[in-house]
């Protein structure tokens, strides 16, 4: 009996692998953004259909992670480094809204297309739209619906243009939000995010060139 349930829980971890993996290619190869997406189509893909084999997002973004390496190794590594270093200077030209990086490209899966996303924190949101406004940088206006903790979400202003190439996307938070980040999509535990101290640092360790 626990040799069988031993190799049935065997069969759904290397189940739950080969999901993470296709999953991780769907993204890479296919430009779906959405976890839960590209977990569903890779388990029609594959044909496993039972909820316990569904790799976790954080599962998959590993597995996201190691295709990267793999198959668009110095690639992959040259974009990103593009974009964190873009995201050094920008968030040395937002220094007053105390920026944090985020998502892909703090966390290394950011593809070709992914935008530099840094979250600016500000007692009033106008005070941003100013800012760009007196800058004389043409931003596209949004709204993000982010959760704070379990119980509650809400919903933020966003600011999206282009510099350098590159696609910038800024949620505006509270002060309040430099304690305790947002939600996370992918585990819903707090959002990893870096200061710029924190991101030179990165850099320097990660794409040693750069520093």
Avoid at 33 to 55: T, V
Avoid at 79 to 87: C, D, F, K, M
Avoid at 143 to 155: E, F, K
Avoid at 195 to 204: F, G, H, T, V
């Amino acid at each position: 009996m626990h040799h069988a349930r031993q190799h049935a829980e065997t069969r759904t971890r290397e189940r739950r692998h080969r999901l993470a993996h296709e999953a991780a290619r769907l993204m890479a190869e296919g430009g779906i953004r959405d976890f839960h997406q590209a977990k569903l189509k890779a388990a029609s893909r594959l044909g496993i259909h039972d909820d316990a084999s569904l790799p976790r997002n954080r599962e998959i973004e590993d597995a996201l992670k190691e295709y990267q390496r793999l198959f668009n190794g110095p690639q992959h590594g040259a974009g990103l480094r593009q974009r964190r270093e873009a995201a050094l200077r920008a968030m040395a030209f937002f220094a007053s809204f105390d920026p944090r990086l985020v998502g892909p490209v703090l966390e290394g899966t950011a593809d070709g297309h992914a935008p530099v996303a840094l979250h600016l924190h500000a007692e009033s949101p106008e005070s941003v739209a100013r800012f760009l406004d007196d800058h004389e940088i043409p931003a596209e206006a949004r709204v993000r619906r982010l959760r704070l903790d379990r119980q509650r979400a809400a919903d933020f202003d966003v600011w999206v243009f282009s510099a350098e190439g590159l696609t910038f996307d800024l949620t505006v938070l509270p002060p309040a939000c430099l304690r305790q980040a947002p939600l996370s999509a992918v585990d819903e535990r707090p959002m990893r995010r870096a200061s710029r101290s924190q991101l030179e640092s990165l850099l320097a360790l990660e794409h040693p060139a750069a520093s």
